[in-house]
């Protein structure tokens, strides 16, 4: 048996994935959550074989469970579905120690034929967006993703100073440079874009 977690916030998403994964004879579903701290405990709890996660949840987005995951419970393998078909998901995705990432529209054979490979060792990516990944680079760095975010989130530069322990000069210098590199005019405008891109 493929034992297995579900983490997904949209309560009638997360139980049809939960119906349609029961249908499969070597699956059994340990834990569902509807954030990603509940997930982990479910992790730590059950050890699963494989973790299904959304990217966008409370608490902890799929991305970082997959971190964490990948650090202190490296016999579970982690599987994205996702609605975001954006490269910049992906390549952080595949650095954080996912093996499989596939898109919420995919027909639900294609998923439990990708838990069974990813379960063997393989991994399995969506062959349209692995294209893509390696041919948009994200231009910005850990510490630019950092400021952004928070100016994104309505942190004045201040408040990002003093969350990141820089000075609020710094801060002005990060913000000049990303809007920049990202060529539009304001914070605003580069954090949508760079969510847009899938890189915050």
Known sequence: ?????????????RGALVALLKLEPDFEIVGDAA????????????????????????K?????LAQRVKNEAANTRVVIVTTFARAGYLRRALDAGV??????????AQLADALRQVHRG??????????????AADPLSDRERQVLRLAGE???SAEIGAQLCISQ?????????IISKLGVSNRIEAYRFARQQGWL
């Open 60 to 64: 902890l987005t799929g991305l970082e």
């Open 1 to 13: 048996m493929i034992r297995i977690v579900l983490a997904e916030d949209q309560a009638m998403v």
């Open 99 to 108: 093996r499989g990432y596939l898109l919420k529209d995919a027909p639900s």
């Open 169 to 177: 000069g710094t801060v002005r210098n990060y913000l000049s440079v």
């Open 122 to 135: 393989n991994r399995v990516i969506d062959p349209q967006l692995a294209l893509a990944a390696w041919t």
């Open 154 to 156: 309505g942190s004045s």
């Open 35 to 58: 954030d990603g701290e509940l997930a982990w405990d479910l992790i730590q709890q059950h050890q699963p074989d494989v973790l299904v996660s959304d990217i966008e949840m409370p």
